[in-house]
Every structure is written in structure tokens, then in C-alpha cells.
């Protein structure tokens, strides 16, 4: 979620309260903070949908010049991936695919464009098509690649990962899904393929992965226009996720403003 403080000030709001005092914390670590779940806003407590919620001061975000609080409820997507591609190491040149085209996965091709990598990425609908080509991803990805998102949740998803990821490569598992999925290790074994799951956000070498992913927003605004494909006022919220609800539609990113 993104607004406005009394004083004019445009801001994102980072859904996350770390301790900071606990291990994870003091470990850098601060996505696997030992308390931060359980004051998740939206999941824990009230979120973007109630008519109010309270939130602690530092989560309150100022937006860089350049990034419309229009476009900036972006920034928590966004910053999933980042964490996904710092997780997973990624470094400017690799080669990269993205399986999976929905919101987080044109993010995560988006984050590694961002970083200086080729980026494949497999998606099902026109929009999406028409997304990663305007966030610089090819269509179709085929042959070994450094680092594979995968980012649909199911088991091809998983199989078709396994079969890209070159041998010695990375799997950084972005997806959620939250029934049990049936996969086959063998493709990742035989190929000493490195997995690495991935949750929400925290910091990469002492800097906030919420306030990065905010910076690479505000420098790319190709990234609101291919993925926000619809916008509705809240008195339509309604039709906003029967419209969100539909992929083979077009939809994308749905977003509700006042
Ligand atoms: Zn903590």
C-alpha cells in the first residue's frame, strides 16, 4: 500500500515490524526476524483493505524522487524479488530464467533487467507476453541458465526449472504455494542444482531491501506500465478482484485507489 502523510509527504508502507533484537536480527537477517510474522499487517493485523490501521513509524517509508505514489504500492512486490535475487546471489551477466509470469515473477525478471542479466521468461497469457517484453524479457526460455525464479508454484513449474538451471546453477523458489506440491528431485541432484527458498524482504549488506527496491522503481518507470494493467476507485473494489481474479483477461497488477 501506498498515500500520502498529513504533511504532503508520498510514502510506502512496508508490512513488516522486525524486532530488531532478536538472533535473525542482529544476524542481518531480519526477513527470518523470529517475531516479524506475526505482525505482518494485512496477514497478522488489519491491512491496505480496513478503513484504518495503525502502523510503527519506521514502516512508513518517503518514496525517492521519481516514483508516483500511484505506482508505489509496487515497492512490496518488488522487494520480494529483490530478496529472491539477492538470496539467490545474483550478479550482473548471468544468464537468467523466470517461470512464471504473474506479478512476482515479471518482478523478478524486472529486478535481474535491473542488475545487467539476460532474462527469459515462460508466460501463458497475451499480457503477460506483452509485460516481459516491455520490461526487456525474452519469450520462451530454452537451454542452461545461471539462476532460475521459479515463480508459479507447482510441480511443472518446478520440473521445467530443474531441466533450465545449468549444472551448478541456483533455484531460488519465489513462488507460495500453500498446498503440498509433488516435485522430483532428481533433475536439481544429478545437476548439484543450489535451491533457495525465499519469503518477503529484509537487508542485503546492512541496506533495507524495502527502501532498494523502492530506489529501482523510482529509475524505472517501464516497470508500473507493464505490470499495473488495471486501476479501479475503491467504491469498485468489487469488480477490482473479479477483474484480479482473471489472468486469461489480462489482468496483472490491480490496483485500488481513492
Ligand atoms: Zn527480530
Redesign the pocket.
Known sequence: MSGVTDDGTPVAVLPLE?????D??LAGE?AQ????MAHMYGLASDGGMADTMVVREDTVVPLPDGLDVRDASLVEPLAVALHAANRAGLRGGQRVAVIGAGSIGLLCAAIARDFGCDVAIAARHPAQYAAAEALGASLGPGGAYDVVFEAAGSATAFAQASDLCDRGGTIALVSTSWRPVSISFMAAQLKEVTLVPAIVYGHCHGDREFDTAAQILARHPEIPSAVITHRFPLDDAADAFRVAADRAAGAIKVVLEP
Open positions: 522486525y524486532c530488531g533484537t532478536c535473525r536480527c531480519t526476524c523470529r517475531t516479524a
